[in-house]
């Protein structure tokens, strides 16, 4: 029985276990040295990575989603930026980490050019984005840029071979068995989100399973519990229970699976709606350009889910 999540268990803790570009690896080795943006498919190390610069530093973790006001810019990360820890004395750097960095709001985006350069001297920050085209380019000036996902065809051949290396060693680990062709398809489904492989064995081993074959790859959907929902509940408290308690957490990669994988699940599993499909790109991406606009990101991805399955029942009725 597994205690942990897997997707925090298996979070590597130092640099040299991580999966990235060497271009990427080759800049951080002695540490962080300047006011960064990361950004990049969702699951593909942009946190970890931040966490692993900031460990050795007093440092502020903030998730911009949550905690997207300009009132969090003037207190909580000036306050932590102007504190002197005694322990740590006066040039001990200090790093804010800021994830889901696109949820600042306009007005907190516009406070944080100005904090950004107030703590140049003594102050780190660390910007990540799944959507760097969210970032203003004022912002984007302040912080030099990574891209996480593979520059070219080359860079994402290696990197798909150290993907199949680690997940057959924490199969094995695990004490499952997965052919060569059923791991190079969890790759090609998964690649490059490694957060989305780790849920896929997590459940393998909720399920007890010891054998992995190309049909167990080819039925495992992140949300397909969602996509059941949208397809076959009218229970609208219910289902609105299900996403406020399970996915307001994961809302920008919720929406952008609504906009791929669900896609592709409705063609395999439910071709009789294919023909949702142009309504719910459309949907997707309305919401998507409206998330920013939204205080509540849950209310933004609540509109989208009931919108998609209002389709879905007209479609039916045809």
Not at 229 to 254: A, E, M, P, W
């Amino acid at each position: 029985m597994i205690n942990a999540l897997l997707t925090e268990k298996l979070r590597p803790k130092e640099l040299k276990h991580m999966i990235l570009p060497p271009r990427i690896k080759e800049v951080f080795q002695d540490g962080l040295q300047q006011n960064v943006l990361f950004s990049g498919s969702a699951g593909c190390g942009k946190t970890t990575l931040a966490k692993i610069l900031a460990a050795p530093h007093p440092h502020l973790y903030l998730n911009m989603s949550d905690e997207n006001s300009i009132e969090t810019i003037r207190t909580k990360i000036t306050d932590f930026c102007s504190t002197i820890s005694i322990i740590d004395g006066a040039n001990s750097m200090k790093v804010v980490i800021m994830d889901e960095f696109d949820g600042l709001s306009n007005q907190a985006l516009l406070a944080l050019k100005v904090t950004i350069e107030k703590f140049s001297r003594g102050t780190r920050f660390v910007g990540v984005t799944n959507y760097l085209n969210k970032i203003p380019e004022p912002i984007q000036s302040r912080l030099e840029t990574f891209i996480f996902d593979p520059a070219d065809k080359e860079e994402e051949e290696m990197l798909r071979k150290e993907w199949e290396s680690r997940i057959r060693l924490i199969l094995s680990k695990l004490g499952i068995n997965i052919t060569d062709s059923a791991l190079k398809l969890l790759v090609k489904k998964n690649f490059p989100d490694m957060r989305s492989v780790l849920n896929t064995i997590q459940r393998w081993t909720i399920q007890n399973l010891k054998s992995i074959g190309d049909d167990k790859v080819a039925d495992s959907w992140n949300y397909e519990d969602l996509y059941k929902l949208l397809v076959s509940s009218t229970d609208t408290v219910n289902n609105y229970k299900v996403i406020v308690g399970q996915y307001s957490s994961d809302i920008d990669d919720v929406m952008a699976s609504l906009g791929n994988d669900f896609i592709e699940w409705l063609q395999e599993k439910k071709p009789d709606l294919i023909g949702i499909i142009p309504g719910t790109l459309i949907l997707v991406a309305q919401h998507q350009a409206q998330r920013n606009l939204v205080i509540d990101g849950t209310v933004s991805l609540l509109s989208l889910f009931f919108s998609i399955q209002k389709m879905v029942q007209q479609y039916g009725k045809k």
